[in-house]
């Protein structure tokens, strides 16, 4: 069992940045792959990034070069890097974990968090 908390998430300008956080529980935390979901009113939750758990990274073409996922497994936590936000970034941002996935299909995660709101004014 894998138990994760954001935070992070707040109200920020256009071109601003921010820096989510996701604490995970468990001894085993270095074994997951992570990844990081938004989903904003009325649409489906998307992938954003995703970094197994050799280290290796994928973001979303939307947010790359922007957003850096990364993770510190002596804190337990993986976090996302959020810079030149835009309005259209504005969603609940959610992390996830599994033992071997962290591609773009959130059905396959085994566990999720409660999400942390990132709202970005134009």
């Known amino acids: 069992q894998v138990q994760l908390v954001e935070s992070g998430g707040g ?54 070069g922007r957003f850096t996922i990364s993770r510190d497994n002596a804190k337990t936590t993986v976090y996302l890097q959020m810079n030149s936000l835009k309005p259209e970034d504005t969603a609940l941002y959610y992390c996830a974990a599994d033992l071997n996935y962290s591609g773009r299909d959130p059905g396959r995660y085994d566990y999720w968090g409660q999400g942390t709101q990132v709202t970005v004014s134009s």
Do not use: N
């Not at 468990?26 to 050799?54: C, D, I, L, N």
């Open 11 to 64: 109200l920020v300008q256009a071109g601003g940045s921010l820096r989510l956080s996701c604490a995970a529980s468990g001894r085993t935390f270095s074994s997951y792959a992570m990844g990081w979901f938004r989903q904003a009113p009325g649409k489906e939750r998307e992938f954003v990034a995703g970094q197994s758990w050799s280290g290796i990274r994928t973001h979303a073409d939307s947010v790359k």
